[in-house]
């Protein structure tokens, strides 16, 4: 019975333990702005969902902007996307893509679909000319 009780609290406490890291705050200085340089500064990016603001639970197409650090547009990049929620460990409910490239550094990205509000992580792996980098975006919803 001891041992069961000893095994009962320790699921319990990590139960406790765990939803407190997921529903921690999100870090104080986060950048939320829709223009990024990529991590390792080959490109620099914007992101221009449709209207000015991010709905949850509506399907939308954003259009993505790449550029090389110098300002010049980036065509004919392969990009691949992914979205994730870092307090809750899950992402979107859909799988958004790069459907095509639309000219002068755009893309169209579809299949974006926020579920629920709160920090969101979208991130874009580009690969092109000047290689492979990855811009990464938060969002408050």
């Known amino acids: 019975m001891r041992t069961l009780r000893t095994a009962l609290a320790a699921v319990t406490s990590g139960a406790l333990l ?3 890291m997921l529903f921690a705050r999100p870090p104080k200085d986060l950048d939320y702005s829709r223009t990024r340089a990529s991590e390792g500064g080959r490109y620099r ?3 221009h969902p449709q209207g000015d603001t991010i709905p949850q639970g509506k399907l939308q197409r954003w259009t993505l902007h790449v550029e090389t650090a110098a300002g010049a547009p980036v065509d ?3 990009i691949t996307v992914d979205v994730g929620m870092p307090q809750h460990g899950h992402g979107l ?3 958004p893509r790069v459907t095509r490239a639309l000219g002068h550094g755009d893309y169209l990205v579809e299949g974006m679909k926020f579920n629920m509000g709160g920090w969101w992580v979208v991130t874009f792996r580009v690969h092109a000319d000047a290689g492979t980098d ?3 975006f938060n969002l408050k919803l």
């Open 76 to 78: 004919s990049a392969a």
């Open 18 to 20: 765990t939803g407190c």
């Open 93 to 95: 409910p859909t799988k």
């Open 45 to 47: 990016a914007t992101i």
């Open 134 to 136: 990855s811009v990464v």
